[in-house]
């Protein structure tokens, strides 16, 4: 998933958290900056 187009901020952590709902089985990773992190950092 890359949100980059959008220029959105924050959505990389909730979407990873949302795509290992889906597929338990496989690994996510999520790469994100210190701002997106901090957006949604409540969430973990």
Do not use: K, W, Y
Not at 19 to 40: E, K, Q, S, T, W
């Amino acid at each position: 998933l890359l949100d980059n187009a959008l220029a959105t901020m924050g959505a990389g952590l909730p979407s990873a958290m949302g795509a290992h709902l889906v597929h338990p089985d496989r690994r996510v990773m999520a790469i994100c900056g210190d701002g997106g992190f901090m957006m949604n950092s409540q969430e973990l």
